[in-house]
């Protein structure tokens, strides 16, 4: 009615002048067919946020870890997105999304996808190792005492993805667990297993663990270590997918929780202030007192000559 057939905002809006809005790359995991665009033999980071906020944390996650990959990986990284066409239609623009979203090469580099999961967002990664870019993030806004994030919590790297069955899980762990335990000139190691399953009633927890820690240490002297482990293997099962990722420094870097690093900094920052003002407390105490043992000097000496 009318003849007005304009879309009313999201995606397909029109800008002033006629001129079609761009698509936010950021927001794309949503339109994704069937909700659901993960894929096995994916990788990158699994980021968790507060409820509602899943978007704003995909673009911002996006930001952080390309700053991060090209300080990590220099000029060779370059993560620019390919110039896109004005007159492209959104369902262009959405197919072109979806098959940028499943290349192994080329592309964007970081692209959030939905895990149909409230508070879990995925970042589909290219051409990096998700393990070291995480430990590298964190370990320096560690060192920093910055936050950098206001919607993203926890950053989990995630090696690979694989169906969700225990054949396919075992095919992915052999591959992810190679630079880890099986390496060609391999030492004993301690590991520890975290596994999360939502979503899915056909993975059982226990039957996981044992699994992955049977393949873990297949054929070598590693031992499971629940104190202390060097490496950490994540075990995220979210309906029809599993993720995984090896990691380390696991507590040092409070559980790869960006909140918790920066309130640990906060804490220790305060604790660095008040003990510098007991050191000038107690030098000014230190002064106070040789002031006065030097005023009595001269009235013990008057004293003994008397």
Do not use: W
Not at 52 to 63: F, I, M, N, P
């Amino acid at each position: 009615m009318g003849g007005n057939n304009k879309r009313k905002g999201g995606v397909g809006a029109q800008e002033k002048g006629g001129k079609k809005a761009k698509v936010d790359i950021h927001k794309i995991g949503k339109y994704l067919p069937g909700g659901f665009p993960i894929d096995p033999k994916m990788k990158g980071v699994m980021v968790t946020c507060a409820r509602g906020r899943e978007t704003q944390a995909g673009k911002e996650a996006c930001d952080l870890l390309s700053e991060y990959a090209q300080k990590l990986y220099g000029d060779d990284f370059n993560d620019e997105p390919a110039e896109q066409d004005e007159d492209e239609s959104i369902e262009d623009a959405i197919a072109r999304e979806v098959a940028q979203a499943k290349k192994t090469k080329g592309g964007k580099k970081f692209l959030p996808l939905s895990t149909g999961t409230d508070c879990v967002i995925f970042i589909r990664a290219m051409e990096i190792e998700p393990s070291k870019l995480c430990h590298f993030v964190l370990s320096d806004l560690q060192k920093s005492g910055s936050k950098r994030t206001r919607y993203c919590m926890r950053f989990i790297p995630v090696d690979e993805t694989s169906y969700a069955n225990m054949d396919d899980i075992e095919t992915m762990s052999e591959r992810v667990f190679k630079p880890y335990f099986h390496a060609e000139d391999q030492k004993p190691t301690t590991f520890k297993i975290i596994p999360k399953i939502r979503h899915n009633d056909k993975v059982e927890r226990d039957a996981l663990l044992k699994k992955l820690a049977g393949m873990a240490g297949q054929g070598q002297s590693h031992t499971v270590s629940m104190d202390d482990p060097e490496y950490i293997i994540l075990a995220e099962v979210i309906k029809s997918i599993c993720f995984m990722g090896v990691v380390r420094d696991y507590e040092k870097l409070k559980k790869y929780n960006i909140q918790s690093i920066f309130e640990a900094a906060q804490k220790s920052d305060a604790n660095e202030d008040a003990s510098k003002g007991d050191d000038v407390k107690k030098d000014d105490d230190e002064k106070k007192e040789e002031a006065t043992t030097s005023e009595a000097a001269p009235e013990e000496e008057t004293a003994s000559a008397t």
